[in-house]
């Protein structure tokens, strides 16, 4: 089967770190994996997604811990999906994860929220894959709660514990992460059936 490409900005829930940093559209909340310019993505540059089944994704919300001394209570939507992750030369089928925490997005420039409480974020994957018996982690770091992650577990049902810290960036310079004002953490569990499934 072979995916339609889903073109940038068309996917409101499915959006990345460096999309934010550029663009408007991804401060609120919507937008895609920034695509490279024609000819000058590399081999391992990902130009877009594609959900071919999408309705098998599945949604839930993480409520992080509070409170925070610059932030109040958070809840982060993670998302997850079999997915096609397209490159020059080639796409990988994936489970993809999408996190994005909705409450630090303004309708409206500027995002007082970003620009003056910032976060770094760190997500934790742990897989397993109940059909094959593989196991895994993935760990990415991103910034301001928006990240996309993927997990490449293989063929077969593939069970996600997935775990959520957010950190203060002027309290880890300081070193003081481990004070209980200087993170917030939550998780939750996702299932991603990737049976059958061929990006080809």
Known sequence: MKPERTPAGTKTRKASGRAVAGSLAALLGAGALAV??????GANEIVSRAF????EGSTSTVSMEDPWVFRGPTNYTVDTNPACWMYPDRNDLVADISI????RYMPMMPNWDILFFPVNDTATIDWHN????????VVQH???SNGVIRVDGGDGVIEMDIHLRSDQPWLAAAGSTDLPFGHSEGST?????MTGKSCR
């Open 36 to 41: 490279a310019a024609a000819g000058t993505a």
């Open 142 to 144: 991103f910034q301001n």
């Open 100 to 103: 994005l925490a909705r409450d």
């Open 189 to 193: 569990h996702a299932v991603v059936d």
């Open 52 to 55: 071919p089944w999408s309705q």
């Open 130 to 137: 109940t059909t094959t018996g593989a196991r895994g982690q």
